[in-house]
């Protein structure tokens, strides 16, 4: 899953979340599925690292703006109460905050945001919620007949949605693969 960001929002829900244009959507009215079943991972999304951070994730975000967005309300409602109602912890972390999220992942976070329509905030949220909550249960092992790394994942995430965000991603620095996964 590829980090998530965007600006400040105004009102927040459990069920809702306000978009930059003021718009509300709601998770039960949004089109796109939020629960289906899995499904075979087929896209794959370049990451030029020799980009500037903030659009380094653009295609990927404007791909998956849709599932995004249908997930994101769903990840909002499942944080502790406290946390819903002091969303500024997010707002600020992904803000003008210094010395909390370290760049160059503060900028790709407001960098997916924004081409989302989701607030940074939000887009945080999902990320941390990602690798807090369950992730994907993985094996990293090392070939040392030719030094090559190997990591596997059965994607057995429990977050609905989240199979409409999965992708493989080439990480390259002008033009060459440096990672694939």
């Given at each position: 899953?590829?980090?998530?960001?965007?600006?400040?929002?105004?009102?927040?829900?459990?069920s809702a979340f306000s978009f930059r244009n003021g718009s509300h959507v709601s998770a039960s009215l949004h089109p796109g599925n939020i629960t289906g079943?899995?499904?075979?991972?087929?896209?794959?999304?370049?990451?030029?690292?020799?980009?500037?951070?903030?659009?380094?994730?653009?295609?990927?975000?404007?791909?998956?703006?849709?599932?995004?967005?249908?997930?994101?309300?769903?990840?909002?409602?499942?944080?502790?109460?406290?946390?819903?109602?002091?969303?500024?912890?997010?707002?600020?972390?992904?803000?003008?905050?210094?010395?909390?999220?370290?760049?160059?992942?503060?900028?790709?976070?407001?960098?997916?945001?924004?081409?989302?329509?989701?607030?940074?905030?939000?887009?945080?949220?999902?990320?941390?919620?990602?690798?807090?909550?369950?992730?994907?249960?993985?094996?990293?092992?090392?070939d040392f007949s030719t030094n090559a790394t190997i990591h596997g994942r059965n994607l057995d995430y429990n977050i609905p949605g989240l199979q409409n965000?999965?992708?493989?991603?080439?990480?390259?620095?002008?033009?060459?693969?440096?990672?694939?996964?």
């Open positions: 899953l590829f980090p998530l960001a965007f600006l400040i929002v105004a009102t927040l829900r459990a079943p899995s499904k075979p991972v087929n896209d794959t999304i370049v990451i030029e690292l020799s980009e500037a951070p903030r659009r380094r994730w653009k295609q990927a975000a404007a791909r998956y703006k849709a599932p995004l967005q249908a997930l994101i309300p769903y990840l909002v409602g499942q944080l502790p109460d406290f946390l819903q109602k002091n969303l500024r912890i997010f707002e600020d972390l992904v803000g003008d905050a210094t010395g909390v999220l370290p760049e160059p992942y503060k900028d790709e976070i407001r960098g997916i945001a924004e081409v989302a329509e989701v607030p940074a905030a939000f887009i945080l949220v999902a990320n941390l919620y990602y690798e807090l909550h369950s992730g994907c249960t993985g094996v990293i092992a090392v965000l999965t992708a493989n991603v080439e990480f390259r620095s002008n033009g060459t693969l440096l990672a694939r996964g």
